[in-house]
């Protein structure tokens, strides 16, 4: 089923900017190019560490005469204004308001470039201009997707100009995105395109909503889910819960109904972990046993009986603990370089 959202005649006046590794940099040079008087709201994710402090809306006001803020959740958003998602919280567009939530990570980030990207392409359609920068990995690419199955325009910067060509390459050969360009050509091609009227009908489809919904934090009952994609064997890394594969999107994504979302190298990533910590609690316990072993052998010498048996099932344990401890520190479960989680 499709959501039809009938409109007055609109412009292309929203603006979603999506980057990474290189980001800053990037955005530094891309912002003070954009005119005083730009008829459109931008709407920036720049991925950070979640113990990132918020001042990127202070640094990027240093370079551009746009005013540049931190927003609020349930602020109504103006043309000619920059905001700036929080650190470890995705900032969603909505009708007329924005949406600053604490809802699940995709890709293991918060914010996600994915969440921003499909949420404006769900509530604003055709209005809609996406624009992803340098990165690793490919957060951004499915919002991408979104927002060109909602009728908005789609700009990818050059592979060849970016710091990191990852991101933008993968989008390239992901979706037929309408341009690709240089910084300097981004930022004028924008404010061409803030100038045209677009058609005022635009259709939602149904497994884009569910996911906003998701990002939004409203968590979607599981009969839902058949709409997002497939059921798969496989478990969330974030909470335990099984996972759907996304349908209609150009990379390979899993999502669990309460919205933690993945893609194959993240989903890799969040398992890693997830063994790790439990390898790393199996050799706690095992320590313990060891100590508890110890303590009744020497209790059984005390009295005069064998401790033989206790102390060889503690030589056993601790020998396991050796092999167990060689398993995590070896590296074996580093199949991946999550680039994003250490600051990209």
Known sequence: MLHVWLCM????????????????KALQELLPLFPRDLAASVFIVQHQLPSAKNLLHEILG???????????????FKSGVIYVAPSNHHLLVQREHIAVTFGPRENRARPSINALFRSAAAYQGPKVIGVLLTGYLNDGVGGLSAIKRCRGITIVQDPTEAQVSELPQTAIHSVQVDH??????IAKTIAELVTQPVKPI???????????????????ELDHMQKVGDLTPYTCPECGGVLWKTKNEPLTRYVCHTGHSFSPLSFLEGQAEVIENSLWAAIRYIQERIDILLKMAETQRNEGRSADEYEQKASEMKAHVVNIRRFVVSGALNTVMDLEAQGG
Do not use: C
């Open 202 to 220: 635009f259709k939602v489809p149904e497994d884009i909503m569910e996911e906003v919904r998701a990002s939004e934090h409203v968590v979607p």
């Open 62 to 76: 240093r370079y551009t005469h746009l005013p540049v803020i931190l927003p609020e959740n349930g602020a109504t």
């Open 180 to 185: 690709i360009l240089p910084l300097r050509q």
């Open 9 to 24: 005649a609109i412009y292309r006046n929203i603006v979603v900017i999506g980057t990474s590794w290189g980001g800053l």
